[in-house]
């Protein structure tokens, strides 16, 4: 009889007849599950030790799996693995309606570009000198090529710990949060801009509780986190697409800074007439400060959809990747091949519809809360305390919203970069299953999607005060009494917080994967990456009961 140290664990393991064991720790006994008439679309294994339908998740629910490796020389690509039985486009207007929202962008961008070249002599030509007063001018541009290039090397940074240092990476990201949240919030104390006091304040206590109820997390984490960086550089093109996708919100983040500046200089209208972009005939429908409000909405509306949109696109992506290593590494085929490219071009067609939307929804909820969190810096720089802490609530709020859109949408778009499905339909299943799974305690006693967040929202904090720092010392005409300076800070925060989550993304899409994989089909899990179930087993023993509730 196969014996075994680990307390709770010990159940599992006390009945499993010897010659059945794996190494040093047994797989459980086979799951019994609840019969049913159906197989529900289920291709089962050829081992008979393993041969059992999946679990009843309900009528309307398809318990997703490959398709077996065939016989032969076991390879095939990813589309064999994880076929369509019936390819369509999902949910294509909100596909139509990104590409429509982009060619917007870009003419907006266009348009704006060509009265700020046509000015740029008012603008000036780098950051002093400028003979534009009332808006956004070259000394702005110059800020955003900073913040751009602190995000791009602070992200590519983090990400490189992320390689380096595994076991120490989530120890080194709060450590550095909750220095850097309590540093900031004493300088800007002593500086005498209290609302971003007040808010790094917070920021910093929060870190130390957070990181205080990590602690005895920290090890389960660490064991996925090993897990998806071996299999990074092991199989598919994750740090290749991770690159690209960092590269692409760096380009796309100049280009948005560029629109921004361009559309104060163009639109933005000045007391005493001194903006030659206003004058008669030359400004298409003339100046105005509710057009500058508007198209403002409309770019960074625009610019939170589009990041967004890539941000889950590489997701999808790398999900793929790390779907094809769950369920097909350890069979005698191996990786499917060209598993990066049969991910992406279904990234790109199919599913591109149903990313578009649920990227939709999480750019609606972070554009609403940008503009609430200007109207608190506003109106705390004004004095209106009661009004900025009614604003910070409300920030509060939007930011739960925020969180759980986002939850439910990193496994559904799992979802759908495996199996196709339209959004809608992907979110529900995804959510029935993890529920009757049991998988999300699991990823809740899990740190790294809450540390990574942590990271980026580090970057973006950096960013923010860079912002700061470069209008305190530069002193920009148009800013003169602060009056742009909580707007600045905004969207320095936002470039940060966006580039650093895609530079991230594939990090968190591992882990993400292999949680609701290990759900589809715990078997998988126990019988084809033994030795990842077991170290999960050793430092989480509950892991057993959670995949199997």
């Known amino acids: 009889m196969a014996q075994r140290k680990g307390g709770e664990a010990d159940s599992y393991y006390s009945q499993v007849p010897d010659g059945q064991s794996n190494g040093p720790y047994a797989p459980p006994p086979p799951m019994q599950y609840p019969p049913q008439a159906a197989n529900n679309g289920y291709q089962g294994d050829s081992n008979p030790k393993y041969q059992q339908p999946p679990p009843n998740y309900g009528q309307n629910f398809q318990n997703p799996a490959p398709a077996p490796v065939a016989a032969g020389d076991g390879k095939q690509t990813f589309d064999q693995v994880f076929k369509l039985e019936k390819p369509k486009y999902n949910d294509v207007w909100a596909g139509l309606l990104l590409i429509l929202t982009f060619l917007g962008f870009a003419a907006v961008s266009g348009i704006s570009l060509q009265g700020y070249s046509a000015n740029k002599g008012l603008s000036g030509g780098g950051i002093y000198g400028a003979g534009n007063t009332f808006s956004l001018n070259t000394n702005t541009i110059v800020l955003f090529v900073f913040v751009l290039a602190v995000a791009l090397v602070l992200s590519w940074t983090y990400f490189t710990l992320a390689r380096a240092f595994t076991k120490q ?17 004493i300088y800007y104390f002593i500086r005498h801009y209290y609302s971003a006091a007040v808010v790094f304040a917070v920021f910093g206590i929060f870190s130390i509780v957070c990181f205080v109820t990590w602690i005895p997390r920290i ?18 093109h994750v740090f290749l697409v991770s690159a690209i996708g960092g590269i692409a919100s760096v380009a796309f983040g100049a280009w948005f800074s560029l629109t921004l500046v361009s559309v104060y200089v163009k639109y933005e209208p000045s007391g005493g007439g001194s903006n030659p972009a206003c ?39 790398v999900a793929g990747i790390y779907g094809s290593w769950f369920f097909c ?29 649920g990227s939709l929804v999480v750019a609606l909820i972070n554009m609403v809360r940008q503009a609430v969190s200007i109207a608190q810096q506003q109106e705390a720089q004004g004095g209106n305390m009661a009004a900025s802490i009614a604003f910070c609530c409300l920030g509060c709020i939007i930011g739960l919203l925020d969180w759980a859109v986002q939850f439910i949408n990193r496994y559904a778009f799992i979802h759908i970069a495996l199996y196709g499905k339209a959004y809608i339909p992907a979110a529900k299943d995804t959510w029935k299953m993890m529920k009757d799974r049991g998988i999300d305690a699991l990823i809740n006693d899990c740190l790294i999607g809450p540390v990574l967040t942590m990271g980026s929202t580090f970057v973006a904090y950096i960013c923010a005060l860079l912002a700061y720092l470069y209008l305190e010392f530069t002193k920009p005409g148009y800013n003169d009494g602060g009056t742009f300076t909580p707007v600045v800070m905004a969207f320095s925060f936002l470039i940060g917080l966006q580039v650093c989550q895609i530079f991230m993304t594939p990090i968190g899409s591992g882990v993400d994967t292999i949680f609701v994989a290990a759900a589809w089909d715990p078997d998988v899990l126990m019988r084809d990456h033994p030795d990842l179930y077991q170290r999960m087993v050793r430092v989480y023993p509950k892991v057993q009961q959670m995949i199997h509730a």
């Open 219 to 236: 090890p389960f984490s660490v064991v996925m986190l090993q897990q998806t960086m071996d299999i990074a550089k092991s199989f598919g």
């Open 279 to 317: 004058a008669s005939g030359s400004s298409a429908g003339g100046c105005s400060s509710a057009k500058v409000i508007g198209l403002i909405v409309f770019i960074t509306f625009a610019g939170y959809w589009i990041t967004e949109w890539l941000k889950n696109t590489i997701h999808s992506i």
């Open 329 to 357: 590494a350890g069979k005698p085929g191996g990786m499917p091949t060209g598993a990066t490219r049969g991910a992406a071009k279904r990234a790109f067609t199919y599913s591109f519809g149903s990313i578009s939307f």
């Open 169 to 185: 990476f989530i120890w080194i990201t709060g450590i550095l949060n909750i220095l850097f949240g309590i540093g900031t919030a």
